[in-house]
């Protein structure tokens, strides 16, 4: 039976992936909405190829813009604006699943409204379950929603778990998540080295092709804190049962380490298209345009610790799931004000996890008990890094 896909985040990496896995299987999958931010041509070529119900704009003269350039077309599609249409188009009764491939804080809101509707919800977004982890899992629960994790390495980790995991570590014998990084492009790199690093630099990923600001959180080593966060999240387990492996290859996206001495690992392409395609079809599993992996080729797998000292942000997620409630909410909204702040070039790549650790330690304890709370402490995090980006250009 044909399944409708809304894909949030349409225009970016994790967007023009889904599309393509889309593409291979016309039959499977029909998308129902579409929605992008700033590149109004791209989703509306997207829009005209895909044909869907709608699709989604955030102001009204992009949203003018896109209805002529559909009607040149002679494309039907409804043009829609603003976070209320983004949570429509994911919760609309005919959507049977969600690509969450938003980036940031802006996608939390239609996410969790996807959880809320019982959707099959792709989750690339980490940021959504970051700031709002104890919520949203609430949520899929609450409403017998199905979250399948797009992020490659929590892929990897679901494939690698029992397949009856309910999130229990002892009942199923497991001792550890070994959740691989690739280092960077940075790896190696001393702090004096890294004091003059230039954007261009930050954003060009040895391993993998994604948007600007997850290149720089995986540069920093945010993204691998990120992802412990989240991973805390989808297996419910604590930031001490998670060690992070440095993999240069890329090629083993994360392992379960079992009381047995096993260790499971998924291994595959460094491509989105894999994680996305099982996400998809899962329990089944579809071809996703992805070559073959060639082990003669890789030959060698290298495996080391990671170096905290040089990469402070890591430490800094570690530190932010352990406090709990709004915690990991002000770090994310931190990071995301000092990730912009450097690819605008106004704050030096070192200046990141300062600029993070300063307003965390301004932070004062807070439960997190509804969606208000991760709203307001985002906003309050903000703030506070906006002031402190103020001091930093009076003082540079
Ligand atoms: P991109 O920057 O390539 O794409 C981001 C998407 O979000 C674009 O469609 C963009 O629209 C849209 N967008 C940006 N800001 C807003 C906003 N304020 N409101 C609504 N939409 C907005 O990012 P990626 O595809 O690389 O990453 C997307 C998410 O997936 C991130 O959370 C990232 O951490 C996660 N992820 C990505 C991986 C990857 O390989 N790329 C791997 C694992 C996780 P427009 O382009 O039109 O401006
Ligand atoms: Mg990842």
């Known amino acids: ?66 209805q002529q350039l559909l009607a040149a077309a002679a494309c039907q599609c409804e043009v829609l604006v603003g976070e209320k249409s983004l949570v429509k188009v994911s919760s609309d009764s005919k959507v049977d699943m969600v690509m969450a491939a938003i980036v940031g804080a802006a996608g939390l809101v239609p996410t969790l409204a996807a959880a809320e509707s019982g959707k099959r919800v ?37 494939q690698s778990m029992p397949a009856n995991y309910d999130g229990d570590f002892s009942q199923h014998g497991i001792e550890k998540i070994l959740l691989t990084a690739s280092g960077g492009p940075f790896r190696n790199k001393s702090r004096s080295e890294l004091k003059q ?15 600007a ?63 996305i395609a099982y996400g998809m079809a899962w329990p089944e599993r579809i071809d996703a345009g992805v070559k073959h992996l060639d082990l003669f ?8 610790q990671p170096d905290h000292e040089t990469f402070p942000c890591l430490n800094l997620a570690k530190v932010a799931f352990e406090r709990g409630g709004i915690f990991p909410a002000v770090l994310n909204a931190a990071n995301e004000i000092a990730v912009a702040a450097f690819l605008a070039e106004q704050i030096s790549f ?20 509804c969606l208000e709370d991760v709203l307001s402490a985002d906003c309050w995090a903000r703030e506070r890094a906006n002031a402190w980006l103020t001091n930093y250009l009076l003082d540079h």
């Open 197 to 211: 690093v230039t954007p261009a630099q930050a954003v060009a990923h040895p391993n993998w092709s994604m948007g």
């Open 122 to 158: 792709l989750l690339a977004n980490k940021e959504a379950l970051v700031m709002a982890g104890p919520l949203f899992m609430q949520a899929i629960r609450q409403n017998n929603a199905e979250l399948l994790p797009i992020d490659s390495e929590h892929n990897a980790i679901f």
């Open 297 to 304: 080729d890789i030959a060698r797998l290298d495996f080391v």
């Open 350 to 369: 070192l200046a990141i996890s300062d600029l993070i650790e300063a307003v965390i330690q301004e932070c004062p304890e807070q439960h997190l008990t």
């Open 1 to 66: 039976m044909t399944q409708w896909i809304t894909v949030l985040g349409a225009t970016g990496s994790i967007g023009s992936s889904t599309l393509d896995v889309v593409r291979r299987h016309p039959d499977r999958y029909r998308v129902y909405a579409l929605t992008g931010f700033s590149r109004v041509a791209e989703l509306v070529a997207a829009a005209i190829e895909f044909q869907p119900q709608y699709i989604v704009l955030p102001i009204e003269s992009a949203a003018k813009q896109a």
């Open 213 to 275: 600001k997850i290149s720089v959180d995986s540069a920093t080593l945010m993204n691998k804190g990120l992802e412990l966060i989240e991973a805390c999240f989808l297996f419910n387990c604590r930031a001490d049962q998670i060690e992070v492996v440095v993999h240069p290859q890329s090629v083993i996206h994360s392992m379960v380490q079992y009381n047995d001495g096993s260790v499971i690992a998924e291994l595959g392409q460094p491509d989105m298209r894999t994680p």
